[in-house]
Each structure stands twice: as structure tokens, then as C-alpha cells.
């Protein structure tokens, strides 16, 4: 069975690409990317997301991808000015994720 896939965020480690994160109509999926995966020497994205080829599906975002989320005062200044719902957790992790503080990064396209 397939899932469509409804938005992608390209996933980057110290500004290496590791892997795709989908938001489908199943929940969540996450797929290192196989030549990043086959480098031992590469750091997970999270040790909760360990270096594998399988990818890892859930019903619920990520709780890594989650935790990168800003909180309060700064959540709110997202949501506002991007016109986006509190809710929307993948919509606010592809808009304020691109930079954030250590060493995984989110973005909309791939570089």
C-alpha cells in the first residue's frame, strides 16, 4: 500500500544531506538517504532515528523533528507571521527550521 505524500522537508546534518522526511496521509516517514546512511562515519539525525536504510514511518511527527519547534513568544511570532495554525507542526518545522541552533537543519528544497 502506498501513501501520498502531501509535503517533503529535506533533512541536513552540518549542511549534509541525510535523509527526507514525509508528511503523507499515513502520518509520518523519515528515509536517510542510502549514500549518507552507508557512511558510518555520519551522525544520525537523532539517536532516537538511528543510521539505517529502512525508513521509519509514524502516525505522529517525529518527537526529534518535533523538539526543533520553537515554544512560546518565538512560536508565536512564527505562526503570525507566517499565517500559519499552531497545529500545523510540519508546516512551522519547513518555515523556522532552516537554521536552528545545532546541527540539524530543515528546508523545503534540496541543496
Do not use: Q
Request: charged share 30%; aromatic share 14%; glycine share 6%.
Amino acid at each position: 500500500m502506498t501513501s501520498d505524500t502531501f509535503r517533503t522537508a529535506y533533512v541536513y546534518v552540518r549542511d549534509a544531506f541525510a535523509g527526507i522526511l514525509k508528511e503523507t496521509d499515513e502520518g509520518y516517514s523519515f528515509k536517510y538517504d542510502g549514500e549518507y546512511a552507508a557512511d558510518k562515519a555520519n551522525a544520525p539525525v537523532s539517536l532516537t532515528l538511528p543510521l539505517r536504510e529502512e525508513e521509519y514511518t509514524s502516525k505522529w511527527l517525529f518527537p526529534f523533528f518535533d523538539g526543533l519547534i520553537p515554544e512560546g513568544w518565538l512560536l508565536n511570532i512564527v505562526t503570525h507571521n507566517w499565517k500559519l495554525d499552531s497545529r500545523d507542526r510540519f508546516g512551522i518545522l519547513l518555515v523556522a527550521c532552516k537554521d536552528p541552533i545545532g546541527a540539524v537543519s530543515i528546508r523545503s528544497e534540496r541543496e
